[in-house]
């Protein structure tokens, strides 16, 4: 257990549906990293916050979205779903000094 | 971010030690150097960060010459579970990106 946790494990769903992905990071980190790895892209970087903020923004689609709570949680929003959204979503927690990121389990999302 | 170049594959039998080098010529003065193994279907686990010279912990040693151009990950005696894919990542403050990695096959 690293100590980020995501839920859920596994989503199945169809096209154009709406799906949330949720990410609790490390106890006592502040940063969320949400990561896509599909068969042929690799990890791509989507968003980064920090203590609430948006703090960074890669490769993600207008039809994605995200939010960090209070609590330090945080959700992935995933809209209009197609087929090539199937890929497995990571999220990364940092504690403030290190370099070193700390990934959860992944979500493996299916889009049917 | 820098970005990096790493060999797409290694092999290696049991018992050696492995080494990948990795090359990241733009690196900025106040980029860390880190590595990476993943295993399918999991999500990356580090191993280890430097910024310049020679870490170690109970894992890999990290090899950063004094122009921080490239780094070498060494895996001291791998046995089967060490397959893996490794990515070499240099990395600031707000963002991390992944390159291809280095699949590391390790033969019995």
């Known amino acids: 257990d690293s100590g980020v946790t995501q839920t859920p494990k596994h989503l199945i769903t169809a096209t154009g549906q709406r799906v949330t992905l949720r990410c609790s990071p490390r106890s006592g980190d502040l940063s969320v990293y949400w990561y896509q790895q599909s068969l042929d892209q690799g990890l791509q970087f989507l968003i980064h916050y920090y203590n609430g903020e948006e703090r960074a923004k890669g490769n993600i689609l207008e039809r994605f979205s995200a939010q960090q709570f209070p609590d330090l949680h945080s959700e992935l929003n995933l809209s209009s779903l197609e087929l090539g959204d199937s890929a497995l979503y990571f999220c990364a927690s940092r504690r403030q000094g290190s370099y070193g990121y700390t990934f959860g389990s992944g979500t493996r999302l299916t889009v049917v | ?108």
Not at chain 2, 4 to 25: F, K, L, W
Not at chain 2, 61 to 68: H, N, Q, T
Not at chain 2, 82 to 107: E, H, I, M, P, Q
């Open chain 2, 1 to 108: 971010l820098a970005k990096t170049t790493q060999p797409i594959s290694m092999d290696s039998y049991e018992g050696q030690e492995v080494n990948i080098t990795c090359s990241h010529n733009n690196i900025a003065t106040n980029d860390y150097i880190t590595w990476y193994q993943q295993f399918p279907s999991q999500g990356p686990r580090f191993i280890i960060q430097g910024y310049k010279t020679k870490v170690t912990n109970e894992v890999a040693s990290l090899f950063i010459p004094a122009d921080r151009k490239s780094s070498t990950l060494s895996l001291p005696r791998v046995s089967l579970s060490d397959t893996a894919v490794y990515y070499c990542l240099v990395v600031n403050d707000y963002k991390l990106s992944f390159g291809a990695g280095t699949t590391v096959t390790v033969r019995a």
